[in-house]
């Protein structure tokens, strides 16, 4: 298993450009998620979906598209690029059965907005 | 909404000595907690977590951690200090009804020779 994978590693984008961040995983998880992490704030959750077809906003949801149209996949969009969106991308997935299973993370994609 | 506070962004520690990073959440009802280590440039992993059940928790690398209801905290620990523990350690906490996690900060380790 290749668990989480993320693409790209790193991205440097203008003002303004749009880009998508990609995530798979590959043990059939039905909950994925997307954090930004920023110096002294941890992870903060911008979108998760708990199946294909079905999304929801998390803390910091503004300037962020998602969508889940298999289970393998949830590709993070932003649609005009600003510098506070400079910051580290991770993407997380787990099952929903049981009374508790792990969060898996990716590598996570580095991010800078100028 | 639960938060999480780590008290601390940064502790620097001798090798050999003992590790602690503390961890305090706010709910009234105790959540799922977790801590989770991040080496430089890489993604998180687990380190330890607390469902139910014994409140100490004895995750991988030596770590663990107590889970203590009255204090509502879940300071991790680690007898002797490691110069590969050096890393930023996030204490996450989940509501037992949902899936979301809520992080704490992050404390940076760094061990001194």
New interface residues.
Partial sequence: NAG?TQTPKFQVLKTGQSMTLQCAQDMNHE?M?W?RQDP??????IH?S?GAGITDQ?EVPNGYNVSRSTTEDFPLRLLSAAPSQTSVY?C?S?R?AG??N??F????TRLTVL | AQSVTQLGSHVSVSEGALVLLRCNYSSSVPPYLFWYVQYPNQGLQLLLKYTTGATLVKGINGFEAEFKKSETSFHLTKPSAHMSDAAEYFCAVRERAGNMLTFGGGTRLMVKP
């Avoid at chain 1, 002294?40 to 959750?45: E, K, S, T």
């Avoid at chain 1, 993370?105 to 996570?108: A, S």
């Fill in positions: 989480v909950y998620s954090y002294g704030m941890g992870l903060r959750l998760y708990v998390g991770f997380a787990t929903l009374s508790y792990e969060q993370f990716g590598p996570g």
